[in-house]
């Protein structure tokens, strides 16, 4: 498939409402397959389709746990319940990080890329990711919340 830019920083695209998807069609499973290599070129947890450039409802995430891709067309947290306070980043941001508070346990009721609804449930990065991408799908960044941010330097400025 195809790699698409990751928007970063000021990109308007980034502070926009996404919309529904409506159609779950060929161009939508490639559009999936495309942020699933996005996502693993730039070496992420999660990617939310505004961060390329499309306002849609539409997020990747793989925790890298062994449980695999994960595609969530028109994600809804349904419940939270508690907390959790730790580190976090962005590949729409590149090269910064903070600390973020979030729920520790969500459930997300989504459809797949077939029109299915599934909803899932799941606790610490499972519920910090979900948290963070379904976030991007309203115009929001994790920095609006971020507490401590730090500028990482790149490996060739700092050694």
Known sequence: MALRKIFTNDAPCL??????????????HRLLEDMADTLYKADGVGLAAPQ????????????????????MINPAIVSCAGSQTG????????????????????????QDRFGETREL????????AVCH??????????????TDLQF???????E
């Open 52 to 71: 390329i450039g499309i306002l849609k409802r539409i997020v990747v995430i793989d925790l890298r746990d062994g449980s695999g891709l994960l595609e």
């Open 87 to 110: 580190p976090e980043a962005c590949l729409s941001f590149p090269r910064l990080h903070g600390i973020v508070t979030r729920p520790n346990e969500v459930t997300v009721r989504f």
């Open 152 to 158: 990482v330097p790149a490996k060739e400025e700092s």
């Open 15 to 28: 502070r926009k409402v996404s919309k529904p998807v409506l159609l779950f069609d060929e161009r939508l």
């Open 133 to 146: 991408e379904t976030d991007h799908l309203q115009g929001k960044v994790y920095l609006d919340i971020a």
């Open 121 to 128: 449930r799941g606790e610490g990065l499972f519920a910090r």
